[in-house]
C-alpha cells in the first residue's frame, strides 16, 4: 500500500495529487489522508489527482470503496473533484454516482483543468 501524497494549497481548496500502487488499501488509506489534511487545514473543497499504476480496480472494489467512504466522510467535505489519469471506462463515473445517491458532494472529471474550472464556479465558505 505505498503510496505519496503531494498537497497544493489553493486559495479555495487543497489539490492533492496521489502516486504510488494501485490498490483498495492505497485509495482507502490516501482519502483517510485527504479528508483529515483538509480538516485540519479547514479547507471544505478538495481536488484529487490520482496517478496510481498498476491495474485499475474493478467493479465491486469500487462500489465498496465509493459506499464506504461516502457514508464514513458525508459532511466533511462541501466539494470532492476527482481526476484518475488512468482511469478507463465509465468506472469512475460509476463511483461517482455511487457517491452522490449517498450524499456525499463528489464529482470526476477527465482533466484536472475541467476539475479546477468546476471547482472555481463553487461559492468559497
Given at each position: ?14 489539490h492533492?495529487?496521489v ?7 492505497t ?11 483538509c ?19 474493478g467493479?465491486?472494489?469500487?462500489f ?15 466539494s470532492?473533484a476527482?481526476v484518475?489519469?488512468h ?7 460509476f ?24 471547482l ?5 465558505s
Amino acid at each position: 500500500m505505498p503510496y505519496e501524497l503531494t498537497i497544493i494549497e489553493k486559495p479555495t481548496y487543497l489539490h492533492f495529487i496521489v502516486t504510488g500502487e494501485n490498490s483498495r488499501d492505497t485509495v482507502a488509506h490516501y482519502m483517510e489522508d485527504v479528508i483529515r489534511k483538509c480538516t485540519e487545514r479547514n479547507f471544505p473543497r478538495a481536488l484529487v489527482e490520482e496517478r496510481l499504476q498498476g491495474p485499475r480496480l474493478g467493479t465491486i472494489d469500487v462500489f465498496c470503496l465509493s459506499a464506504a467512504m461516502s457514508m464514513r466522510y458525508i459532511g466533511t467535505l462541501k466539494s470532492l473533484a476527482y481526476v484518475d489519469v488512468h482511469a478507463v471506462g465509465d468506472t469512475m463515473k460509476f463511483a461517482e454516482n455511487v457517491a452522490v445517491n449517498r450524499g456525499f458532494p463528489a464529482r470526476v472529471f477527465s482533466t484536472v483543468a475541467a476539475a479546477e474550472k468546476w471547482l472555481a464556479g463553487k461559492p468559497p465558505s
